[in-house]
């Protein structure tokens, strides 16, 4: 299994332009979801899927929009590039979206990230 | 305002020098703590997940523990390849997978 796979490894952009960060997974994992890491304030997320068809916006959802068409491709676009999205974005996925009293958390499985420059 | 502090945020030690690190949470029903090892350049690792205060969980030098405030990290005898960031993240009590990630120790260990 190739677990997580992002593309690009790294992109600059200038303001303005759109671009979609690739996001792919071999695990048959139910919930896929995008954060972005910056430095002193941790990973925020962006939006996540519960399954394919199915996207709802996390915590910093603005300019960014997903979809999800597959079980296995969770594709993140922004729509008009700013300087403030310059970031390291993160794409997870894991087994069950659940977070069930009494039941094991299904873990995360982060992919290697893109690292995004905008000027 | 749900939030993870984590504490110290860069930590230097000597190789087999013990010591803690520390995640302190004000989350509105926590259902869960994690912890994450990130190294330069990668995604976060799961390391551990813990439900209730008083329980603890091991992998080789790594022993993590939780109350009903804050979790620790306790690195016994460390070595270099210990070396990374160490993340803490709250699962929020909604019915979804929401965690909510503290900034991270920097952990360094010098041969």
């Known amino acids: 299994n190739a677990g997580v796979t992002q593309t690009p490894k790294f992109q600059v952009l200038k303001t303005g332009q759109s671009m979609t960060l690739q996001c792919a997974q071999d695990m048959n994992h139910e919930y896929m979801s995008w954060y972005r890491q910056d430095p002193g304030m941790g990973l925020r997320l962006i939006h996540y899927s519960v399954g394919a068809g199915i996207t709802d916006q996390g915590e910093v959802p603005n300019g960014y929009n997903v979809s999800r068409s597959t079980t296995e491709d969770f594709p993140l676009r922004l729509l008009s590039a700013a300087p403030s999205q310059t970031s390291v974005y993160f794409c997870?996925?894991?087994?069950?979206?659940?977070?069930?009293?009494?039941?094991?958390?299904?873990?995360?499985?982060f992919g290697p990230g893109t690292r995004l420059t905008v000027l | 305002e749900d939030q993870v502090t984590q504490s110290p945020e860069a930590l230097r030690l000597q190789e087999g020098e013990s010591s803690s690190l520390n995640c302190s949470y004000t989350?509105?029903?926590?259902?869960?703590l994690f912890w994450y090892r990130q190294d330069p350049g990668k995604g976060p690792e799961f390391l551990f997940t813990?439900?209730?205060a008083g329980e603890e969980k091991e992998k080789e030098r790594l022993k993590a523990t939780l109350t009903k405030k804050e979790s620790f990290l306790h690195i016994t005898a460390p070595k270099p390849e210990d070396s990374a960031t160490y993340l803490c993240?709250?699962?929020?009590?909604?019915?979804?997978?929401?965690?909510?990630f503290g900034t991270g120790t920097r952990l360094l260990v010098s041969p």
């Open positions: 989350v509105s029903g926590l259902r869960g």
């Open positions: 993240a709250a699962l929020m009590n909604t019915g979804f997978q929401k965690l909510v």
């Open positions: 997870a996925s894991s087994y069950s979206a659940a977070a069930i009293p009494g039941l094991p958390f299904n873990e995360q499985f």
């Open positions: 813990l439900y209730s």
